[in-house]
């Protein structure tokens, strides 16, 4: 069964700094990975996605997650932490049995300070 | 292009009583799915309808059930509300099934007194 964790419930971050949110599925075939961010009483809209195209996903808001096979893992970074990243994120997985309902993490929760 | 829509966007309801959570889909988009989100905790999967067709359902009992109409639209209803369904229930709507990315509404926060 697929299954995916995120390192952290929480994560705290300057204006300014690096932003590492950490995320490692198991999957036994090839998976569809996803990182959506969710604001405060919001739906989920979706930052990128990994369709095995390219190793390294470049997202909106100056995101990028890069996919290891070697370390299923699939860690979201920014190199520059605004105030308007603070968040909840979630990384998924696309399940399989021929229907793509997604599995989530159980969300990091991402602060930034002044 | 319109976005997933969803409503109502909050609804309290007492135990026992029954609800329904109305979603449209993205213009285009013929697969809808609904995600149950507890406080604190990421969504989980309901079930999932293509081409009015129920396709694939998580670890939910019977009395949560769906519709899907011509439109693509949908609807998800829950029998029998107990406490712990209080929940935030978002609607995805995709292309088609496979990998395809799905794209949320803003949600139905539900509080179940």
């Known amino acids: 069964a697929q299954s995916v964790t995120q390192l952290g419930s929480h994560v705290s971050v300057s204006e300014g700094a690096l932003v590492l949110l950490r995320c490692n599925y198991s999957?036994?075939?090839?998976?569809?990975l996803f990182w959506y961010v969710q604001y405060p009483n919001q739906g989920l809209q979706l930052l990128l996605k990994?369709?095995?195209?390219?190793?390294l996903v470049k997202g909106i808001n100056g995101f990028e997650a890069e996919f290891k096979k070697s370390e299923t893992s699939f860690h979201l970074t920014k190199p520059s932490a605004h105030m308007s990243d603070a968040a909840e994120y979630f990384c998924?997985?696309?399940?399989?049995?021929?229907?793509?309902?997604?599995?989530f993490g159980a969300g990091t929760r991402l602060a930034v300070h002044p | 292009e319109t976005g997933v829509t969803q409503s109502p966007t909050h609804l309290i309801k007492t135990r026992g009583q029954q609800v329904t959570l109305r979603c449209s889909s993205q213009?285009?988009?013929?697969?809808v799915s609904w995600y149950q989100q507890a406080l604190g905790q990421g969504p989980q999967f309901i079930f999932q309808?293509?081409?009015?067709?129920?396709?694939g359902r998580g670890n939910f009992p019977p009395r949560f059930s769906g519709l899907q109409f011509p439109n693509y639209s949908s609807e998800l209803n829950v029998n029998a509300l107990e406490l712990d369904d209080s929940a935030l229930y978002l609607c995805?709507?995709?292309?088609?099934?496979?990998?395809?990315?799905?794209?949320f509404g803003p949600g139905t926060r539900l509080l179940v007194l």
């Open positions: 995805a709507s995709s292309g088609d099934l496979g990998g395809e990315t799905q794209y």
């Open positions: 999957s036994s075939v090839p998976p569809y």
């Open positions: 990994y369709t095995s195209a390219a190793t």
């Open positions: 998924a997985v696309s399940g399989s049995g021929g229907y793509n309902k997604l599995i």
């Open positions: 213009s285009g988009h013929n697969t």
């Open positions: 309808y293509y081409r009015e067709e129920e396709n």
